[in-house]
């Protein structure tokens, strides 16, 4: 045993092996599309169309107030807004040098929803912060799903009530919202002894 020590100090040098097979594909990059995509967003190279966003914007709070915005310039693609934002690119051509005017929107809500439109996620705190505008915005635009995320956000961070119960009901039926009519509808299920005497349907349009 003596003869194994180096000083003292027995050394052992272990050869470990494992049967764990690899996934080749773990290798394989994932397609790269999306990505490049989102690298031309807002680039005035690569668009083909711009639009000059700002001026009156609608008062969340009182439609009837408008604030004023400083006019903001996007670039974009007609080829990505024709996929992903049908209404948009019909109101522009490619290769227009003018820049189409749009109002009633807020540059940092088409900003989001032009980034949207390129592949890229809105947060969900920008979507909370945000949700009407967005649905405004993606309702008039024709960008089915980013309309789809804000509404479910809505539905959520929405609290019903008696009091607020019918402008909310209203709002959803403008906007076709059939998840945050479902909700309200619900409430009106469970509530029909308080509401009852209290709301006045009259204003409510046939569905």
């Known amino acids: 045993m003596l003869t194994y020590l180096n000083n003292g100090t027995l050394t052992l040098e272990i050869h470990l092996r494992t049967n764990k097979q690899v996934d080749p594909a773990s290798f394989v990059p994932s397609n790269p599309c999306s990505g490049n995509l989102l690298k031309g967003f807002n680039d005035e190279e690569m668009s083909d169309v711009a639009f000059e966003v700002g001026g009156e914007v609608e008062s969340a709070a009182n439609r009837r107030k408008r604030a004023k915005t400083t006019p903001t310039t996007f670039h974009a693609g007609h080829l990505i807004l024709k996929l992903n934002a049908p209404a948009l690119a019909d109101m522009c051509r490619p290769g227009n040098e003018a820049t189409v005017p749009i109002d009633g929107v807020d540059p940092e809500v088409f900003k989001m929803m032009l980034y949207f439109c390129y592949g890229g996620k809105v947060g969900k705190e920008e979507l909370a912060a945000n949700?009407?505008?967005?649905?405004?915005?993606?309702?008039?635009?024709g960008i089915v799903n980013l309309k789809l995320q804000a509404e479910a956000v809505l539905a959520k961070q929405t609290d019903i009530t008696v009091d607020n119960m019918l402008d909310n009901l209203l709002y959803a039926n403008s906007k076709n919202l059939a998840l945050f009519q479902e909700k309200i509808m619900d409430f009106v299920a469970e509530n029909g002894d308080r509401i009852v005497g209290n709301v006045s349907f009259d204003d409510v349009p046939d569905v």
């Not at 949700?131 to 309702?139: F, G, L, Y």
């Open 131 to 141: 949700a009407k505008a967005i649905i405004e915005a993606a309702d008039r635009f």
